[in-house]
Nanobody, 126 residues
Framework: QVQLVESGGGLVQAGGSLSLSCAAS????????MGWFRQAPGKEREFVAA????????HYAVPMKGRFTISRDNPKNTLYLQLNSLKPEDTAVYSC???????????????????WGQGTQVTISS
């Protein structure tokens, strides 16, 4: 059973930056395609970014492109999300997810993933 644990969330002012991490254990992290999602209160879960198992392919939601960067370190079994130029509307719980199967055109959907972390809270003040 794969376990995913996020860290790095917090409270920052608008325009600031945060670095999120997702530590994986109990599985074959280096073979999983990975994603980040977020969910704000009262809203549906929203795709943020995804990265292929080899880190050769990345995909971003349009509102995050250019501000957020997804990366991974397979020897360390860790996924990262760098958040820059943060806005109040970026406030949400950010969760990482792992997909056992191959890269898919539906990589932006929650249904594409098999394992989920509990999430880390990101709050942006105006």
């Amino acid at each position: 059973q794969v376990q995913l644990v996020e860290s790095g969330g917090g409270l920052v002012q608008a325009g600031g930056s945060l670095s999120l991490s997702c530590a994986a254990s109990g599985g074959s992290f280096s073979t999983y395609n990975m994603g980040w999602f977020r969910q704000a209160p009262g809203k549906e879960r929203e795709f943020v970014a995804a990265i292929s198992w080899s880190a050769t392919v990345t995909h971003y939601a349009v509102p995050m492109k250019g501000r957020f960067t997804i990366s991974r370190d397979n020897p360390k079994n860790t996924l990262y999300l760098q958040l820059n130029s943060l806005k109040p509307e970026d406030t949400a719980v950010y969760s990482c997810a792992a997909r056992r199967g191959p890269w898919t055109f539906t990589i932006w959907t929650p249904q594409a993933y098999d394992y989920w972390g509990q999430g880390t809270q990101v709050t942006i003040s105006s």
